[in-house]
């Protein structure tokens, strides 16, 4: 009697089962089309990318062959193209790229191309702070030096990543105009700051025997006895590569 309920209740559940399927079949028919389709897209879109991201790469080695070689109107070409149509990694290293490019022939339309790309704020932050250090550099011997120290005053801070080589700047431009005892706390900064790379404090320490040479007055500060540096604008380090 036990067999027959059990066989009873089988039955009713395998009936229930194919109602329940036969109800719903289109339903489960349409989510596996949607499965089988949707791993097609990623994937063809995995490929395309992947497709895409390698004509990019060859075509950005094609155009810093054309550097290397010195065809620099040719090169600047290639990488503002690469810039429009390449994938958004590539194209932010074209768009810098143009850049130096045109800084090999044209410095100050250089510094305008740089200046651009640090004042878009949809591109990388990392190339945005790079575009403003080659400006800067550019300036440098390019423009007034108290117009390039107001420049350099706003990029300064601790929190810029590049704030040595900024400082070091600031030391060459304070000594084009014989102002020895300000070349030499920008300089002093850089020799007593840890951050700073082990070449950049050697040239610093360079130049500060140059500003002592040149400056014969005793209050000319000596590495790491200078008094702390009040750089033109204040933020806490930030975690940026060293300079």
Do not use: C
């Amino acid at each position: 009697m036990a067999d027959f309920f059990r066989e009873v209740d089988e039955d009713y559940r395998r009936d229930r089962a194919i109602r329940f399927l036969t109800k719903y079949q289109y339903w489960f028919i349409a989510l596996s089309v949607l499965i089988v389709a949707g791993t097609g897209a990623w994937r063809y879109y995995v490929h395309a990318r992947t497709e895409a991201a390698e004509a990019a790469g060859a075509k950005y080695e094609a155009a810093l062959q054309l550097s290397s070689e010195g065809k620099s109107a040719e090169a600047e070409s290639a990488f503002d193209e690469i810039a429009k149509t390449a994938p958004k990694g590539y194209a932010s290293l074209a768009r810098l790229r143009a850049a130096d490019e045109i800084a090999i022939r044209d410095p100050e339309a250089a510094i305008k191309a740089y200046d651009a790309l640090a004042s878009d704020p949809a591109y990388n932050e990392y190339f945005r702070d790079f575009a403003r250090l080659r400006a800067a550099i550019l300036s440098v011997d390019l423009g007034d030096p108290k117009a390039v120290e107001q420049r350099l005053s706003l990029l300064g801070a601790q929190s810029f990543p590049y704030h040595n080589t900024i400082h070091e700047l600031q030391g060459l431009t304070a000594l084009r105009r014989n102002d020895f005892e300000a070349a030499g706390r920008w300089f002093d900064a850089i020799v007593s700051d840890p951050q700073a790379s082990p070449a950049l404090r050697q040239r610093a320490e360079a130049f500060l025997g140059l500003v002592q040479a040149g400056n014969p007055s005793p209050e000319t500060p000596t590495p790491g006895k200078a008094p702390a540096v009040k750089s033109p604008a204040e933020a806490p380090p930030g975690e940026a590569p060293k300079n």
